[in-house]
Each structure stands twice: as C-alpha cells, then as structure tokens.
C-alpha cells in the first residue's frame, strides 16, 4: 500500500480540528507545520539537565474503563522498570508523574494540560476511548508535546503530535469482517457503546458492507457503563442474524454477554467478534459467559515468540502468576520502548527531533516486528483473529501474511471514498 505524504497525512489546522471534536464520528487531519504550534515548542518547561526526565501516565484508574486502563497502567510501570535497570533513556533515569483519567474525556484533557504544563514531562503516555483521545489532542498540539496512544482505534485521523501504538481501522476492523466473510457469514448485527469510536467503526463497517455483499441487520448503542441489554439482545436475537461485530467498551461487556447468554444465544450458532475484549476482561465477563467467541487483534498472550515469552514472564513476575497480558497492554509497554528508540535516534529529547526521527524506527515486540511509519504516526501491525480457550485465554485463528502498513484514512479503498 502506498505510503501517503506527509503533508495529506497530517493536514488540517489545530483549530478546525476543536470544532470537529464535537462531531461523534468524524476523523481529522491535523497540522504538521511548526507556525500552528505558535510559541509552545520555545516556552517548553521540559528539563533535562540533570540525572532524570519525566514521563507522564494517564489511564483510567477509576470509573467504567478501569476495568481495561489498569491493567495498561501496569504495563507502562514494567516497561519504565526495565528501561530503567538498563540504563535509562539517553543515560537518563525515567522519573514517572502518574495520573487518573477518570474515565472521562475532559478529566484526561485537563489532565494532559498539568503533565504538560506544571509536571514539565517530556511526552504523555495513556488514553484509552477516542473520546479520550479527542479531548487531549488540541491539548498537546497547542502545547506542542507528544501523546502515546496504545489503543486499537477507528482511524481517519493522524496528528504530529500523536504516535498511536494499537491498530488503525485496516489492521483490526476490516479483517475481523474479512474474516466473518470468508466463514460465510452474510448478516451483521452492530452493538456498540455510544461515542466516539463504535460509531465511526461502524460507519466503516456499513461502508463495507455495501462493496461486499453482505447486510447490516441492526445497529445499536448503549451508553458507556450501561448494563441493561435486555432490549438489545432481544432486538440480536429477532433480527435473523448469523454473527455480531461488537464494539462495547468497559464493563458494558459483563452486562452483554452475560444476558447473551440468558436467552440461549451460543459461540456456536451465533458468534460475537469483539474488538475491545482482551485476556484482562475475559475473567470480568466470567469465561463460562464468553468462552468460544472471537476477538481481533494485533496481541495474545498466547504468541509464541522469545520477545513475547520474555515480556509475559517478567510481567508476571512483577505482577504475580494470576495476571495476564493483552493487546492494549502490550501497546502500551511496546509504545515506551518505541519512544526511547526514537530519542536515542534523535540524540534529542525536543519534540521536532523526535519526530524527525520517527520514520522506521523498528523495535521487535512481543507481539513480533513494529515500525513506525513516519508520515502518519502509526505503525505496521501483524492483524490476529482469535477465540476464548476455556482457560480464558485467547488463541489464534487466523492471522494476517506479516504486518500491515497503516492506513488510517482508508486511502486504498474505494468503498470507503468519502468517509474522512
């Protein structure tokens, strides 16, 4: 796929991209000319003069995304341990300045303003919903500092100020479809939470849907946190549907699947392809509840690599037997060390080097080979379908031929002319 110039990647002014904020749906080309970060890269309070540099975390460790967040968290605080013992970054030791998004967007974007601005880190690490996201991207464009998403998202949009570690749009969403496809099923039921990233995903989705002959038989939404899904999945259980792309977030998921499960719906005759479950959810939905459906991702614990047995390993030393690793964990954990490459290939803590830097930077993660592509940000991710063992573990199905070039905008796909 070809690789799009930076100046489309990355083109529209900050300020327009504030008023697209408050459209549900909507990506964003954001500005990667210096002039539209005003005065913030020369009144930076970043200090690197002594033994230490600061880093910013910001996840949810309260609310209905903590379920998901922590365990990003802990990832973070493995992967800045290990740095650490290894001799820092550029010979400095990470000094951490660790934050609570609350689960709500504006919390994360005030958030970001202090590590930014009081806590003087040299780049933020976090975010989970696009809502999330959204909210604290004006934020580091204006101030001129970097963001390390770690999160699978909807695309349709890049920022120089942005490096997003988990999947855009055609390393998860478009081969979980591809993969429903290619196993006969022809009638799609949408469930999602109500914001940002359920409805933009499955606008792609319909899009898709429309150049693939298959049908879209219902499309619902439930709020963030909500447990009633009585409605919903009696509306799944009626529509003569033969699976389910579901993009719920949080612990919305206990809820569904469990009254999924009340009226009889089964992996088997019905299944569900999630894209916002993991290991860490699997034991908070109950695996008797989710056992045999599918997930797509980029990440399973189950990856058989050296990288991937060294990680695992030492994250449960850290964190004890019982825990498991996960995709958005692995992101995250995989988006610090791409960070301390990008520096030490800079020479350079400075924003601008840093992003000079970026393009193929490689680093050889648990879930196999990324590279950063420097045009938009993103970087080149193996696409993974997998199904819920028994031991509540996830196996692949199905994975894509090597990692997939990121494509956020959905440029090589006529079905989807129009979308951004």
């Given at each position: 796929?070809?690789?799009?110039?930076?100046?489309?990647?990355?083109?529209?002014?900050?300020?327009?991209?504030?008023?697209?904020?408050?459209?549900?749906?909507?990506?964003?080309?954001?500005?990667?000319?210096?002039?539209?970060?005003?005065?913030a890269a020369s009144s930076s309070c970043v200090d690197t003069s002594g033994d230490t540099v600061k880093i910013g975390f910001l996840n949810s460790l309260s609310g209905t995304m903590a379920i998901s967040e922590q365990t990003v968290r802990d990832s973070l605080d493995l992967a800045a341990e290990e740095i650490n013992a290894d001799g820092g970054?550029?010979?400095?030791?990470?000094?951490?300045?660790?934050?609570?998004?609350?689960?709500?967007?504006?919390?994360?974007?005030?958030?970001?303003?202090?590590?930014?601005?009081?806590?003087?880190?040299?780049?933020?690490?976090?975010?989970?919903?696009?809502?999330?996201?959204?909210?604290?991207?004006?934020?580091?464009?204006?101030?001129?500092?970097?963001?390390?998403?770690?999160?699978?998202?909807?695309?349709?949009?890049?920022?120089?100020?942005?490096?997003?570690?988990?999947?855009?749009?055609?390393?998860?969403?478009?081969?979980?479809?591809?993969?429903?496809?290619?196993?006969?099923?022809?009638?799609?039921?949408?469930?999602?939470?109500?914001?940002?990233?359920?409805?933009?995903?499955?606008?792609?989705?319909?899009?898709?849907?429309?150049?693939?002959?298959?049908?879209?038989?219902?499309?619902?939404?439930?709020?963030?946190?909500?447990?009633?899904?009585?409605?919903?999945?009696?509306?799944?259980?009626?529509?003569?549907?033969?699976?389910?792309?579901?993009?719920?977030?949080?612990?919305?998921?206990?809820?569904?699947?469990?009254?999924?499960?009340?009226?009889?719906?089964?992996?088997?005759?019905?299944?569900?392809?999630?894209?916002?479950?993991?290991?860490?959810?699997?034991?908070?939905?109950?695996?008797?509840?989710?056992?045999?459906?599918?997930?797509?991702?980029?990440?399973?614990?189950?990856?058989?690599?050296?990288?991937?047995?060294?990680?695992?390993?030492?994250?449960?030393?850290?964190?004890?037997?019982?825990?498991?690793?996960?995709?958005?964990?692995?992101?995250?954990?995989?988006?610090?060390?791409?960070?301390?490459?990008?520096?030490?290939?800079?020479?350079?803590?400075?924003?601008?080097?840093?992003?000079?830097?970026?393009?193929?930077?490689?680093?050889?993660?648990?879930?196999?080979?990324?590279?950063?592509?420097?045009?938009?940000?993103?970087?080149?991710?193996?696409?993974?379908?997998?199904?819920?063992?028994?031991?509540?573990?996830?196996?692949?199905?199905?994975?894509?031929?090597?990692?997939?070039?990121?494509?956020?905008?959905?440029?090589?796909?006529?079905?989807?002319?129009?979308?951004?």
């Amino acid at each position: 796929m070809n690789k799009q110039p930076r100046s489309r990647a990355l083109a529209l002014p900050a300020a327009a991209l504030v008023v697209a904020l408050g459209v549900a749906g909507c990506g964003a080309r954001t500005s990667d000319d210096p002039a539209d970060a005003g005065t913030a890269a020369s009144s930076s309070c970043v200090d690197t003069s002594g033994d230490t540099v600061k880093i910013g975390f910001l996840n949810s460790l309260s609310g209905t995304m903590a379920i998901s967040e922590q365990t990003v968290r802990d990832s973070l605080d493995l992967a800045a341990e290990e740095i650490n013992a290894d001799g820092g970054v550029l010979g400095k030791q990470l000094e951490i300045v660790a934050e609570d998004g609350a689960s709500e967007p504006t919390v994360f974007a005030e958030k970001a303003e202090k590590l930014i601005s009081s806590d003087c880190v040299a780049a933020v690490f976090g975010g989970w919903t696009s809502s999330s996201r959204k909210a604290m991207l004006p934020v580091f464009e204006a101030k001129d500092s970097l963001l390390f998403y770690p999160v699978q998202y909807e695309g349709l949009e890049a920022s120089p100020n942005i490096f997003y570690t988990g999947a855009t749009t055609n390393q998860q969403i478009l081969p979980g479809m591809d993969y429903l496809k290619e196993q006969g099923k022809s009638k799609i039921f949408l469930v999602g939470s109500d914001y940002v990233f359920p409805r933009t995903a499955n606008k792609e989705i319909v899009a898709w849907a429309g150049a693939n002959d298959v049908e879209i038989v219902g499309e619902e939404y439930a709020p963030l946190g909500h447990t009633d899904f009585a409605t919903i999945v009696n509306k799944l259980k009626g529509s003569g549907a033969d699976a389910v792309f579901n993009t719920l977030n949080g612990d919305s998921n206990v809820a569904f699947f469990k009254e999924y499960k009340n009226v009889g719906l089964a992996a088997e005759t019905l299944p569900v392809v999630s894209v916002s479950i993991a290991e860490e959810e699997v034991g908070g939905i109950g695996i008797d509840n989710i056992v045999g459906q599918l997930t797509a991702w980029n990440y399973y614990q189950t990856v058989d690599s050296p990288a991937n047995t060294t990680f695992v390993e030492a994250f449960k030393a850290k964190f004890g037997d019982d825990r498991v690793t996960s995709d958005p964990m692995e992101a995250a954990y995989t988006s610090l060390y791409l960070w301390k490459l990008m520096v030490e290939k800079a020479e350079s803590f400075e924003v601008a080097d840093i992003q000079e830097a970026a393009d193929g930077t490689t680093f050889e993660a648990p879930e196999g080979t990324v590279t950063v592509n420097g045009d938009n940000h993103h970087i080149a991710k193996t696409a993974l379908i997998g199904k819920i063992g028994p031991d509540g573990l996830i196996y692949t199905e199905w994975s894509s031929d090597g990692p997939i070039e990121p494509d956020p905008f959905l440029e090589g796909y006529d079905w989807a002319e129009g979308l951004s």
